[in-house]
């Protein structure tokens, strides 16, 4: 069991281009969430989704962040346009019943230049 | 909203001795879980040790232990032995019981520091 992936592990972007940053959940996993960590802070909810359903995103800003979680593949955190503020370490994590314990991915690390 | 609080942004401890991290928490909620977790600098977020609100029993995971105080609303972590592998941001995290599975909150964090 390969645990939850994130990929990229870093990824190095400019101003105003887009992110995207992968998620692929632990075999059985059908839940995922998705995290955010600025630095010296906790983690930070942004999004919870099922597969092709969104079913909270009170945490994502109201502008150029989506997420998705298609049937077939991982799921996906996009941000477009970026800007220096959303430099950060971005945190996946899944669940198999959607209750109790959560499994993390090791990050991705957005630098914004 | 449900707020978490780790009053102390930095630990530390001798090799060996015994530590204990703080936590508050604020919820209008009767069930619940609370969860500690270990970020070493690799960056990963491992699950250290977790607590239904509803048990009335302190978990325990080998050298970690809580002290789970409901009414007073905390949920301190104790390390016994503390080892250099220890050494690391230690987060307190609580999650709602219940249907729809909303995301964690976190508190900001105590950087863990294991002196040799």
């Known amino acids: 069991n390969a645990g939850v992936m994130q990929n990229p592990r870093h990824l190095v972007r400019r101003r105003g281009q887009e992110a995207r940053l992968r998620c692929s959940p632990m075999?059985?996993?059908?839940?995922v969430y998705w995290y955010r960590q600025l630095p010296e802070e906790g983690l930070k909810f942004m999004v919870y989704?099922?597969?092709?359903?969104?079913?909270?995103e009170s945490g994502m800003p109201k502008e150029r962040f989506s997420a998705e979680f298609p049937k077939e593949g991982p799921s996906i955190l996009r941000i477009q346009q970026v800007v220096r503020g959303d430099s950060a370490a971005y945190f996946c994590?899944?669940?198999?019943?959607?209750?109790?314990?959560?499994?993390f991915g090791s990050g991705t690390r957005l630098t914004v230049v | 909203a449900q707020t978490v609080t780790q009053s102390q942004p930095e630990m530390s401890v001798q090799e060996a001795e015994t530590v204990t991290l703080s936590c508050t928490y604020d919820?209008?909620?009767?069930?619940?879980?609370l969860f500690w977790y270990k970020q070493p600098p690799s960056r990963q977020m491992i699950l250290v040790i977790r607590?239904?609100?509803?048990?009335?029993q302190n978990a325990t995971e080998n050298r970690f232990s809580v002290n789970f105080q409901k009414a007073a609303k905390s949920f301190s972590l104790k390390i016994s032995d503390s080892q250099l592998g220890d050494a690391a941001m230690y987060f307190c995290?609580?999650?709602?019981?219940?249907?729809?599975?909303?995301?964690?909150?976190f508190g900001k964090g105590t950087h863990l520091i294991i002196q040799p």
């Open positions: 995290a609580y999650r709602r019981s219940g249907g729809g599975a909303d995301g964690l909150t």
């Open positions: 994590a899944s669940s198999s019943t959607g209750n109790y314990g959560y499994t």
């Open positions: 075999k059985g996993h059908s839940h």
């Open positions: 607590q239904e609100a509803y048990k009335q």
């Open positions: 989704l099922q597969k092709e359903n969104i079913i909270d």
């Open positions: 919820t209008s909620e009767s069930d619940y879980y």
